[in-house]
């Protein structure tokens, strides 16, 4: 990996902040202590831009990461802990949608910011496979009741199906699938999780609801027509899935939770 740091000596102020925050402390003052990149860089910097993204003073810019694809935070657009708190609190898994699909920008607006959250070693492992088509969600439905069938569980489910209801993926007009090579992260079931967990949230702000389709996931490690429907990059595996659509229903109320359980030390 080829990796570089340019500090515009005009601009630096010597605050050291890209020192503090590096995570793997590569990056130390030079003789006239200028911020520097450490030779253990080449190996070591897990690209995740801090030391440029947290300068006050736009002058560090690193080339594995550059200035030119990072953009400013803007204070005024960020919520209150307060909406924050209640946008949290008042997303909830959607179980019911309209038949609407939700247009291709508005997918990929909520996919975009997936591409944010945290991952092991920043390494990014998630990947996307967005089912845009409801006909092919209903089939990748009818597979994963196909392996019931098989195995014989869930047989309310089964009665269903055959009755025309999908109580699999409910009905829901798209499903978001994320996949990773367990080979390229040591923390792949984190990663899509989280990823899987920005994405929830960033659809609930679009006002699209969504679902964890946990018996897909299920399916994929035994079902073999599924694992070729889905026909991902090699290697890759299924860790977490979403129903996305639009709320037949709107939920007008907050439901209890267990009391918090924490030990304070
Ligand atoms: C890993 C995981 C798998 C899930 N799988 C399903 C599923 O297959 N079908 C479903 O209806 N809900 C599924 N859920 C949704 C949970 O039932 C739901 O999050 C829980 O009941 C709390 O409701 P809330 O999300 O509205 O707070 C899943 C949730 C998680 C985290």
Same mark, same amino acid.
């Given at each position: 990996?080829?990796?570089?740091?340019? !500090? &515009?000596?005009?601009?630096?102020?010597?605050? =050291?902040?890209? !020192?503090?925050?590096? /995570?793997? +402390?590569?990056? %130390? /003052?030079?003789?006239?202590?200028?911020?520097?990149?450490?030779?253990?860089?080449?190996?070591? $910097?897990?690209?995740?831009? #801090? $030391?440029?993204?947290? $300068?006050? %003073?736009?002058?560090?810019?690193?080339? @594995?990461?550059?200035?030119?694809?990072?953009?400013?935070?803007?204070?005024?657009?960020?919520?209150?802990?307060?909406?924050?708190? #209640?946008?949290?609190?008042?997303?909830?898994?959607?179980?019911?949608?309209?038949?609407?699909?939700? &247009?291709? +920008?508005?997918?990929?607006?909520?996919?975009?910011?997936?591409?944010?959250? /945290?991952?092991?070693? %920043?390494?990014?492992?998630? #990947? *996307?496979?967005?089912?845009?088509?409801?006909?092919? @969600?209903?089939?990748?439905?009818?597979?994963?009741?196909?392996?019931?069938?098989?195995?014989?569980?869930?047989?309310?489910? !089964?009665?269903? *199906?055959?009755?025309?209801?999908?109580?699999?993926?409910?009905?829901?007009?798209?499903?978001?699938?994320?996949?990773?090579?367990?080979?390229?992260?040591?923390?792949?079931?984190? +990663? $899509?999780?989280?990823?899987?967990? =920005?994405?929830?949230?960033?659809?609930?702000?679009?006002?699209?609801?969504?679902? *964890?389709?946990?018996?897909?996931?299920?399916?994929?490690?035994?079902?073999?027509?599924?694992?070729?429907?889905?026909?991902?990059?090699? %290697?890759?595996? @299924?860790?977490?899935?979403?129903?996305?659509? =639009? /709320?037949?229903?709107?939920?007008?109320?907050?439901?209890?939770?267990?009391?918090?359980?924490?030990? *304070?030390?």
């Amino acid at each position: 990996m080829k990796i570089s740091l340019s !500090i &515009d000596q005009e601009k630096c102020i010597k605050c =050291y902040s890209c !020192i503090a925050e590096c /995570p793997f +402390d590569l990056i %130390n /003052p030079d003789k006239e202590g200028f911020p520097q990149l450490r030779k253990a860089a080449l190996r070591r $910097c897990i690209r995740c831009g #801090h $030391c440029m993204a947290v $300068c006050g %003073n736009d002058a560090l810019d690193i080339t @594995v990461s550059p200035l030119a694809g990072i953009t400013a935070v803007d204070k005024r657009m960020l919520p209150t802990p307060q909406s924050v708190e #209640h946008l949290l609190k008042s997303r909830r898994s959607i179980r019911t949608y309209k038949k609407r699909v939700a &247009d291709h +920008d508005t997918l990929a607006a909520i996919l975009e910011v997936s591409r944010y959250s /945290p991952s092991a070693h %920043n390494c990014q492992s998630a #990947h *996307w496979l967005m089912v845009e088509d409801p006909l092919e @969600v209903q089939k990748l439905a009818g597979l994963v009741v196909d392996y019931m069938r098989e195995i014989k569980v869930f047989p309310g489910l !089964i009665r269903a *199906w055959d009755q025309g209801e999908d109580k699999v993926l409910r009905g829901a007009p798209h499903l978001a699938i994320c996949h990773a090579d367990p080979g390229k992260s040591e923390h792949p079931v984190e +990663d $899509c999780t989280l990823s899987t967990a =920005y994405l929830d949230l960033s659809a609930s702000s679009f006002g699209l609801g969504s679902c *964890w389709a946990g018996f897909l996931v299920q399916a994929f490690y035994k079902h073999k027509p599924l694992v070729e429907a889905l026909a991902l990059p090699e %290697n890759h595996v @299924v860790y977490t899935a979403l129903m996305l659509g =639009y /709320p037949k229903f709107k939920y007008r109320h907050i439901p209890q939770r267990d009391d918090l359980k924490v030990t *304070w030390r």
